[in-house]
Structure formats: C-alpha cells, structure tokens
C-alpha cells in the first residue's frame, strides 16, 4: 500500500486496517512528509475513548495493489495518532479478505 506525496512520490504506507474507523487517519508525521502544512480547517475527531483528535481532511492519492484511488483522510496534527485504514472511500472499492492462519490481508477490487 502506498501514499502519494504532493511532490509526486510514492510512500509506504504501513496503516492498521480498522473495520470499524470511518476514515483513514495518518500521523502528523507522515502529512509532512507528503507536502502537508497545517491550516485552520481543523476539526475533532472522536474516537472510541471519546477524545477529541484534532485533524483536518485532506484527498491523498493512494495505491492498494494496482488500483489508485483518492479517498479522504483525516491527518492528525499530533503525532501520537496510529496510521489507520478506515472505510471511507476505501472499503466500498474492494472485497478485503483475512486469512489470520496464513498472515495475509487480500485486497479484491470490486
């Protein structure tokens, strides 16, 4: 899975496939390295433990296998925030497989 930075490269892009996020979160961090500068469209993300999570919604370019697709995703501006494969724009493009015995999460495109 990779990320498209705003300079036109391709990143590795290593998130927890979260069924149960919905949107994809990425670090402060990893936002920087794409070309990202904060601004004040900020906005809380709650969770499960109820916190609120500052973040702004960005459209990324991404890769999973060989679809690209651009789906929304919330950039966290702290960097304590895990890299989260959420369903928004995401999940309705593939049938997503897990073997648990084998290891392997397969990505089907619909």
């Known amino acids: 899975m990779y990320i498209k930075s705003l300079h036109g490269e391709w990143l590795p892009f290593v998130p927890y496939i979260d069924s149960g996020a919905d949107i994809t979160l990425i670090p402060f961090s990893l936002g920087i390295k794409l070309g990202f500068e904060p601004s004040k469209d900020i906005i809380d993300l709650h969770g499960v433990r109820g916190i609120g999570l500052p973040v702004e919604i960005r459209r990324v370019k991404m890769r999973i296998g060989d679809v690209e697709l651009e789906p929304r995703v919330a950039w966290a501006l702290i960097e304590e925030a895990p890299p989260l494969l959420g369903r928004l724009d995401i999940f309705d493009r593939f049938n997503i497989t ?9 990505f089907e495109p619909i």
């Open 98 to 106: 897990f073997k648990e015995r084998e290891g392997k999460i397969i």
